[in-house]
Nanobody, 121 residues
């Protein structure tokens, strides 16, 4: 079991910045990837950024150069630094953890409750 708690969302003006945090607890040693997804009204949930246990990162094209995903292993926390925010970034942002369960031979997805990011003038 992995428990994820997001924080840091809010209302910002276009061009502003926010930093999202996701604190993980539970079976964190088996997490091989964590990331941020977002879901805007009427849209499918989409990957924003992800970071593997080895430190490799992946970003959606729409956020490259603006968003940075990082992690603090001591705090079991992953961050998403969002700069140059656009109205199109408005969405509920969900923290995701992918956990490998060896006895099942499967990876499982865990989700936080989401944090609202609104970019508006």
């Amino acid at each position: 079991q992995v428990h994820l708690v997001e924080s840091g969302g809010g209302l910002v003006q276009p061009g502003g910045s926010l930093r999202l945090s996701c604190a993980a607890s539970g079976s964190i040693s088996s997490i091989y990837e964590m990331g941020w997804y977002r879901q805007a009204p009427g849209k499918q949930r989409e990957l924003v950024a992800a970071i593997t246990s080895g430190g490799s990162t992946n970003y959606a094209d729409s956020v490259k150069g603006r968003f940075t995903i990082s992690r603090d292993n001591a705090k079991n926390t992953v961050y998403l630094q969002m700069n140059s925010l656009k109205p199109e970034d408005t969405a509920v942002y969900y923290c995701n953890a992918k956990r490998w369960v060896a006895v099942m031979g499967e990876g499982l997805d865990y989700w936080g409750q989401g944090t609202q990011v609104t970019v508006s003038s």
